[in-house]
């Protein structure tokens, strides 16, 4: 289908959600369900006949100060978010790359299960989310979870509808955990550049009693530091003495006030310049030299989280060729740890799967739930693990 | 602790389920060639034993109970049932409180307690890979002294690691560290057709839809986990406990609010009304004042020049809001004193009456004053009284309903039902750690509509399409899955409006 015959549509209600995918569904039309559009990940996906973005649903239904909890729209933008949540000095802990124009909504991040530094201490957004409301290719507003922090009743759809691009039918609500903003935030950093030094160094962070709100990693060219964040009343006492921990450790040893470039740099490593890749692997947190190790022999650049072992493996620009002969070489060196390719050029996630599948019991019982889910294939078709 | 008095008729599902097969000595003589005769059980005094879980007013006598040793030999179990068509229940511990692994009748109950091997301590990568019969303290002691695995239900001796997973238990720690579903990284599971799948692993984010955080407090009805990886974090350096008391709830309630929005996230954080506190002193003898309102106990765990700050802080606020007294513990043995009166409350309500109800309720936390006079009004209604217990941070409220003799426990469960309701209106939910099990399936339409429940089917179907796993459970009524259907699709004529469907 050729790009002009593509109908946008950016619904206003959860109804009119609804209504679109069942009409879709009626008339074999692909949807493709986009927040703002900042993240082209997964499979390039079926030709789709409507664009559906959720931008006509930003409202920030509930702010509960008191409670630590807000419904959201999805189309709500995280930087407009964190704005209005600030004021009540509270935050969604869900600190990820905003895109161009800082336009990524807080629909579209959970979708995709991004994070961010804080995840160290907060998680994913699958712990940070209480409940959805999704709209279904059948027409139906399905409702699970609730927008209280502890809640067992009925199943935990809200995180199957985390990380699950859209293809299982389009969030029209969210219900999430927020987090107190931590008074004074300070970092203590640590410099080397062996990769096994640096490995050892935020291992014993990751294991020691200080309370981090951020523990990452970060290998460029040829040297690599481990940053420690801290927040709240103790925040520079503990600094000083992860600082010392790093120094005992053999690294460069700093301790940093005004940190907030140093982290945002860490989450501009979570993408790649124009014509670049990026994958994130799942791997250990004892792996972490290998990784490191693996990003400098492809010449680039990595941000990680150490204690959690997620890492993303920014890939300079080069040919497309080139690219996707880099990619399968980390791929071969970290298997089986899963390497998702999330930025890429089309050319790359064509020529080979962006997703590491799954074995296949567990992929057979995952297009199960996206049968009975979407069973006309109307939301995201083909852009998932396995062609989902 | 007494029993509480059987009073309520056998759920009507377990009749009534889509999986109505019942066990033949076929199906018998297959399980025992599985797991061996001295495994499988079928003497009416060997199954009375596996008739309730820990809420004991339900009682269901089922066909056979086997005791499977391992991943291969509960594949081959669930497989006989697959191919006999019977139903099955996984049980872990039997200290559930919704009536969970409540056995169907003539159906085979499934216990896992032969699988208590821990499979592995990662510590470098802070995991521990166990079987599903493990105890959730058996995990904190196989990883200790520097680490620990944070959900601690207070039935922590003896629940079992599947058991946790099936409910996604909480405790008293999960406000700061959160839940079983925070801590699970892996699973190997058992589908009901026999299948064995792997979900997540060591590492996070595998990719594909998040299954493992559906599987967690799916309370058995999608499949039997095997084995569990678990995460496991560093033990703080140090831990800091009071009890702060009040001439009102209300007062300890606006301590808490202020508490938690100024920053400080306790590892705990506690309440208990005064017929909790005279209850619980009667058992252990801690010292508590009984003439008080209310009993605050906070817990600040974290790194040691945070936690002496923080506690003169809440100190402080606790003053600001009228404490009388404020108890904080100065060694192990004190530290130990304030958390047996807690964690004895529910046993305790024996001392000061012969039965009691536990209910299991959310609300949120700003809510606290308006529930809890809505329950002393219900309580002063049925003439009954009412003690309270609360995870404070979380709006996790367990009320206790007192009550004498059976001839009061229907009235006693009505009176826990209006509660509930209360929770529910107060934009809350119907459980916060007990589960739905079949106690509370009847209260699920009053926070989920017709399409909500839809939804939950379609992920029990992709799962269990015959239904064979846990039926009766969870869902308020019984559905069959039917198979996918086939897409409805308009034709063009009728689309452009030529033509209509009759």
């Known amino acids: 289908m050729s790009a002009h015959t593509i109908r946008r549509e950016t619904p206003r209600t959860a109804e009119e959600t609804a209504k ?63 704005e209005t949540l600030a004021g009540a000095g509270q935050m969604l802990a869900l600190d990820v790359p905003l895109g161009a124009g800082d336009a990524a909504t807080v629909g579209g991040a959970i979708a995709a299960a991004d994070s961010g530094p804080l995840r160290h201490r907060y998680g994913a ?47 029209v609500e969210l219900a999430v955990r927020l987090h107190p903003r931590p008074p004074a935030q300070v970092t203590a950093t640590g410099t080397t550049d062996d990769p096994a030094e640096l490995a050892a160094a935020a291992s014993m962070l990751a294991h020691c009693k200080l309370e981090l709100q ?7 060219e040829s040297h690599g530091v481990v940053l420690a964040r801290f927040g709240g009343v103790a925040a520079a006492e503990q600094a000083a003495g992860a600082q010392g921990l790093l120094a005992e450790a053999g690294l460069q040893a700093a301790v940093e006030e005004d940190d907030e470039a140093l982290w945002a740099a860490q989450r501009a490593g979570q993408r790649s310049a124009e014509g670049g890749a990026v994958v994130r692997v799942s791997g250990r947190a004892t792996q972490l030299e290998q990784v490191c190790v693996a990003a400098r022999v492809a010449g680039a650049t990595l941000v990680g989280r150490a204690a959690l072992g997620v890492s993303w493996i920014a890939l300079p620009p080069a040919a497309p060729g080139e690219l996707v002969q880099s990619i ?61 | 602790m007494p029993a509480p008095a ?34 499988v059980y079928t003497d009416a005094d060997q199954l009375r034993t596996y008739e309730s879980d820990g809420l004991l007013q339900y009682k269901v006598t089922p066909g056979v109970v086997v005791l499977p040793a391992s991943t291969a030999e509960v594949r ?77 239900p207070s039935s922590q001796i003896v629940c079992s690691i599947g058991g946790n997973v099936a409910e996604n238990s909480g405790g008293a720690h999960c406000f700061k560290y959160g839940f079983t579903t925070n801590y699970v990284t892996g699973l190997e599971i058992v589908l009901s057709d026999g299948e064995v799948v792997t979900l997540g692993g060591k590492e996070l984010d595998h990719p594909g839809y998040d299954l493992l955080g559906t599987f967690v407090g799916s309370e058995g009805t999608l499949g039997i986990c095997t084995a569990v990886t678990l995460r496991v974090i560093p033990v703080p350096e140090m831990v800091r406990t009071m009890v702060a008391f009040f001439d009102t709830t209300s007062q300890a309630g606006e301590a808490v609010s202020e508490i938690v929005s100024g920053g400080v996230i306790p590892g705990a954080i506690e309440m208990m009304d005064n017929l909790t506190i005279q209850a619980a002193e009667k058992a252990v003898g801690a010292g508590f004042p009984t003439d008080v309102g209310a009993a605050l106990i906070v817990e600040l765990d974290g790194s040691k020049v945070e936690c002496e700050t923080l506690l003169d802080d809440v100190v402080a606020i606790c003053e600001r809001n009228g404490s009388l007294s404020i108890r904080i513990a100065q060694d192990d043995a004190d530290r130990a004193a304030i958390w047996k009166t807690r964690k004895a409350a529910f046993a305790a309500m024996g001392r000061i009456a012969p039965n009691y109800y536990v209910q299991d309720g959310v609300i949120p936390r700003t809510m606290l004053p308006e529930v809890l006079a809505r329950i002393a009004q219900l309580g002063d209604e049925y003439g009954m009284r009412v003690a309270n217990v609360f995870h404070a941070g979380d709006g996790n409220l367990h009320p206790l309903v007192l009550y004498d003799g059976e001839a009061q426990a229907e009235r006693a469960e009505e009176l826990a039902g209006r509660i509930v309701e209360a929770c529910v209106d107060a934009g809350g939910s119907i459980t916060g750690e007990h ?68």
């Open chain 2, 435 to 502: 589960g739905v099990g079949v106690d509370k399936k009847r209260y699920m339409p009053r926070m989920f509509d017709e399409p909500d429940l839809a939804a939950f089917q379609m992920l029990r179907c992709a799962f269990d399409p015959r239904g064979l796993a846990n039926p009766g459970k969870l869902m308020p009524t019984p559905r069959l899955c039917g198979e996918v259907p086939g897409p409805y699709r308009r034709h063009p004529l009728e689309r452009d409006g030529v033509a209509e469907r009759f």
């Open chain 1, 125 to 171: 957004p699958r712990d940070l989310v209480l409940g959805v409301t999704a709209a279904l290719s059948d027409g139906t507003l399905a409702h699970a979870g609730g927008k209280v922090i502890k809640n067992v009743a009925g199943y935990d759809l809200a995180k199957l509808f985390c990380g699950s691009y859209g293809t299982l039918g389009a969030i």
């Open chain 2, 76 to 152: 081959a179990v669930v497989r006989a049932c697959w191919a006999a068509g019977v139903p099955w229940v996984a049980r872990g511990a039997g200290s559930g409180l919704s009536g969970g692994a409540l056995p169907v009748e003539q159906g085979v109950l499934i216990a896992l307690t032969r699988m208590r091997a821990v499979l592995e301590v990662d510590l470098p990568n802070q995991r521990i890979v166990v079987q599903p019969g493990v105890t959730n303290a058996e995990v904190s002691l196989a990883v200790g002294p520097s680490h620990f695995y944070p959900p601690d």
């Open chain 1, 20 to 82: 679109l995918l069942h009409d879709c569904a009626a008339d074999a039309i692909a949807v493709r369900i986009e927040g703002a559009g900042t993240k082209s990940w997964g499979h390039p996906g079926a030709d789709c006949g409507v664009r559906l973005r959720t931008g006509g649903l930003d409202t920030i239904v509930e702010h509960n100060a008191g409670d630590l909890t807000a419904v959201l729209q999805p189309g709500v933008t995280l930087r407009e978010l964190d």
């Open chain 1, 328 to 388: 399968a070489r980390v791929r071969n060196v970290l298997a089986p740890s899963p390497c998702v390719v999330l930025d890429a050029p089309a050319y790359v996630r064509t020529h080979l799967d962006p997703w590491d599948h799954p074995e296949d019991a567990t992929l057979v019982l995952m297009r199960r739930v996206k049968q009975r889910f979407d069973s006309t294939a109307t939301c995201n078709p083909a852009i998932f693990v396995g062609g989902i």
């Open chain 2, 6 to 39: 059987v009073a309520m008729n056998p759920p009507s599902a377990t009749r009534s389920d889509p999986a109505s097969a019942h066990v033949t000595p076929a199906l018998v003589e297959r399980l025992r060639a599985v797991c061996g005769p001295g495994h």
């Open chain 1, 214 to 220: 951020s523990l990452d990693v970060r290998w460029e």
